[in-house]
């Protein structure tokens, strides 16, 4: 019997923990199974995946074309490796999952095919290297498969979910666009074609269709504007009403409605991946509340003691007291039992930060209390918790811009910066005396921590480089780099003193975790991008030094870019001749200005289908998933600037405001919460006449906002569903569509 009821506890961890990370494995319910299933999801061995993921990826700059070269045999030793870890970690998958399940999975077959096809691709490229014979490491172009499709990535397949299901809206508005950039191509062979126009450089000036059809697509994207305009201006001032027209029918009109559709889209796909998560992540939770449940007079609860062990097992690493004051909050009138509907709700409670302070006083106010607390001590710190200080030192970093800004020659500008790196430190050491120290520098302390260190990095900067200059006669320029840039740094102190500044700065530090999402989605862009480039481009174009006698040197070692935009603008750097070079190139196309420069100077090196290549990456990488990226941004701003505004708080929230109190943790017995707790409004100090509690603890939250959209979505959507209501089974959660609210079949693509 304890047997069982120790099954049933691991298989609702297992519940909970899904529900509270949001992750939609279908696994297997057998205890060996489910022990498996808390092993696959250990933090250790999903780090583990993704170090070996990225290490995959990185052996692109080892090897040939390679930016550090490494001998074959330790890059491929190394691949070898990597595919072990990913077809390991693929059986552990397959150990939990049922079976039907897994062999449907779209995700699991893309690793299966992509490890084989890296597999016979290492072996075929060592071969022909063995016989001296040059081959294509086309495999390369699949590692991101990896990326994608481990369990692990699942927001980085939502995105391209969405990408994928806003492709159809977006080719009827691309088709619309083309249609247009034809029209107005055809347009400009008539008006300009025969009127024997020349560009600057001395060539036809619109008289090739296809390249009319370029240029104009260039246009579209302002690159070459006004450029392309030019000849035709200069012929008649009445012809840039032919360009007006075009730029704001295309610019203007169909890159706005290209980024009004993919926003619409995406929002509409996205939603339904919200429902999907919420409906799943209520499911779990009612399931493990059904496997723990007893019956209680006319309900069904879960005990206290089994609810202590539940968690336990979900959140090992939270503290005893952060453990019983989830229970409060679960069990308010303390019955002994948390019913079904706070039990529910217990995913979110373990998802909202709580942070747990000891109430300690000052060590001064230990060592030497008649000093601390005398009337000068108290008459210092109250001056420097108030807001008049905090002005005062305001002004100060602004009139050290102005200083900064100034000549460094000058003696008395150079003295300066001496008398404000004092005043800085002054006033970190005034805070330190008022305010106790391990409070003031705790982890959740980010502008204390960052003005302290710039502070203390500055003037070791500044000593080290007074120091050379006095004995040596020299400036180390790296030093003076370090010593500008931590100068400029410190202005950045003033944007947490400015309330509003504070608000945008803590609105966009909250979306940098989802930005991430869209940090793997470019990176597999890139990756595919960069492989096909190095195959395409590796070797047409070379760097020389400015003073280099090699033939060609100017023209970036290619006789064929003579006289081009592209040697003139000594843009030889940027080259497909090895990874890093590649990732740089796709970031500057990605910028848009000057990318007609880049693809015309690589299409006369090559073949002028090489234009191809640089419109489809502004095509995917521009118009689809940076409107994306804007569009995710923007809703991911707005909603966090207006939670800030308006300090939206959900039920839960305000429930641990209102038992956020500090609770005695050496004096819990059998882990029980304390009655005597201490108010939210008691000072950390301890100043003044107030009795230390130095033991104390006090809870609070750490962040009254949602971290992302989806989970303000998420939990917009959550209530919307009952108590009562149980919601679809897994199958019929996974397989909902857009509009549709009454599920089909399985599909095993999007279980996970």
Excluded at 633 to 648: C, M, N, Q, R, T
Excluded at 691 to 720: H, N
Excluded at 737 to 744: D, G, I, L
Aim: include cysteine.
């Amino acid at each position: 019997m304890e047997e069982a009821a120790l099954q049933d506890l691991l298989l609702a961890a297992a519940f909970v923990s899904d529900a509270q990370y949001n992750r939609n494995i279908p696994f297997k319910t057998s205890p060996e199974a489910v022990r498996l299933y808390h092993l696959y999801n250990h933090w250790v061995l999903r780090r583990a995946t993704y170090f070996f993921i990225f290490l995959n990826l990185s052996l692109a700059l080892f090897e040939e074309p390679a930016v550090y070269p490494l001998p074959f045999l330790v890059t491929s030793l190394v691949e070898v490796l990597c595919l072990l870890v990913f077809f390991g970690r693929l059986t552990h998958f397959a150990k939990v999952t049922l079976c039907s399940v897994f062999w449907k999975d779209t995700k699991n077959i893309c690793i299966m095919v992509a490890i084989l096809l890296s597999l016979t691709d290492l072996a075929i490229y060592g071969v022909l290297r063995m016989y001296n014979v040059r081959s294509v490491r086309w495999s390369r172009i699949v590692r991101p498969i990896f990326l994608i499709n481990f369990a692990e990535s699942r927001q980085i397949r939502r995105a391209f979910r969405s990408i994928r299901n806003t492709l159809p809206e977006i080719t009827y508005v691309f088709l619309l666009f083309m249609f247009s950039l034809l029209m107005f191509s055809l347009m400009a062979l008539k008006l300009f074609g025969e009127r024997n126009l020349q560009t600057a450089e001395g060539l036809p000036y619109f008289r090739n269709y296809l390249e009319i059809v370029f240029d104009l697509y260039v246009l579209v994207t302002t690159a070459n504007s006004p450029d392309v305009m030019m000849p035709a201006f200069d012929f008649s001032s009445w012809y840039a009403l032919f360009f007006i027209a075009f730029v704001i029918i295309n610019t203007y009109i169909f890159m706005s409605l290209f980024l009004a559709v993919v926003y619409n889209n995406y929002k509409k796909h996205l939603k339904n991946e919200i429902r999907k998560l919420a409906y799943m992540k209520h499911r779990k939770m009612i399931e493990a509340f059904n496997l723990l449940k007893e019956e209680e007079g006319a309900q069904f609860v879960v005990r206290e003691a089994r609810w202590k062990q539940l968690v336990k097992l979900v959140a090992p690493d939270i503290s005893n007291s952060h453990r019983e004051l989830l229970l409060r909050i679960s069990d308010d009138e303390q019955k002994g039992f948390i019913d079904k509907k706070s039990f529910v709700q217990l995913a979110d409670l373990l998802n909202i930060q709580v942070i747990t302070m000891k109430i300690r006083s000052h060590p001064l106010g230990q060592w030497m209390p008649r000093v601390y607390r005398s009337v000068v001590s108290c008459f210092l710190r109250s001056m420097v918790r108030h807001r008049g200080f905090v002005w005062t030192y305001d002004v100060i970093i602004l009139i050290n811009a102005i200083f900064i800004a100034l000549d460094e020659e000058t003696p008395y500008i150079s003295y300066a910066e001496w008398v404000f790196l004092a005043l800085y430190i002054i006033e970190i050491l005034l805070k330190v005396y008022t305010y106790e120290p391990r409070a003031f520098f705790g982890k959740n302390q980010f502008w204390n921590w960052f003005d302290t260190l710039i502070i203390f990095a500055a003037l070791t900067a500044t000593i080290l480089n007074t120091t050379l200059k006095s004995t040596t006669k020299y400036n180390s320029q790296q030093i003076l780099d370090i010593v500008f840039i931590l100068r400029v740094l410190r202005l950045i102190r003033i944007v947490d003193s400015i309330q509003r500044f504070r608000v945008i700065m803590n609105t966009l530090i909250n979306i940098v975790p989802t930005m991430l999402t869209f940090g793997g989605l470019t990176l597999v862009v890139y990756c595919v991008f960069a492989t096909i480039g190095m195959e395409l481009f590796h070797g047409k174009i070379q760097f020389f030094p400015a003073n280099s006698n090699a033939p060609h040197a100017l023209e970036c070692g290619n006789p064929a870019l003579k006289d081009s935009l592209f040697a003139r603008g000594k843009y030889c750097k940027n080259n497909f001749n090895n990874f890093a070079s590649s990732f740089i190139v796709l970031m500057e196309l990605t910028v848009v200005n000057q990318w007609h420069v880049f693809a015309n100077g690589f299409a006369n090196v090559t073949v002028q289908p090489a234009k191809l290549y640089f419109i489809a990456f502004h095509i995917v990488m521009v118009i689809i998933i940076v409107n994306i990226f804007v569009s995710f941004i923007l809703e991911a701003f707005f909603v966090e600037y207006s939670l800030e505004k308006s300090e939206v708080e959900t039920a839960i929230e305000q429930k641990i405001q209102e038992l956020g109190m500090g609770v005695q943790e050496d004096e819990l017995q059998d882990e029980q919460l304390l009655d005597n707790m201490e108010n939210d409004e008691q000072d950390l100090n301890e100043e003044g006449g107030t009795k230390p509690q130095s033991k104390g603890l006090m809870f609070k939250i750490a962040s009254k906002r949602y971290r992302t959209v989806d989970a303000l979505l998420q939990r917009m959507f959550e209530a919307e569903i009952p108590l009562e209501d149980e919601g679809p089974s897994f199958e019929e959660i996974l397989n909902l569509s857009v509009t549709a609210t009454v599920p089909t079949n399985l599909t095993s693509e999007s279980a996970a």
